[in-house]
């Protein structure tokens, strides 16, 4: 019995690569955006929202 050849498989393999990487990088990308950037965006924010808040009090 003869098997026909393995076909679609480079194909398939390529899909599976680059469907894997773009979740991770999405993944890793909200991640970073939701538990760094935000947070620090926030703090620089209300720090200067404070330091105009004590510049016009003076």
Excluded at 4 to 33: E, H, N, Q
């Amino acid at each position: 019995m003869a098997v026909g050849p393995v076909t679609g498989m480079f194909k398939r393999r390529i899909v599976t690569d680059f469907s894997v990487t773009m979740i991770l990088g999405t993944l890793g990308a909200c991640y970073w955006w939701f538990g760094y950037h935000k947070p620090a965006a926030r703090q620089r924010e209300e720090f200067y929202v404070k330091l105009a808040a004590e510049k016009n009090a003076e």
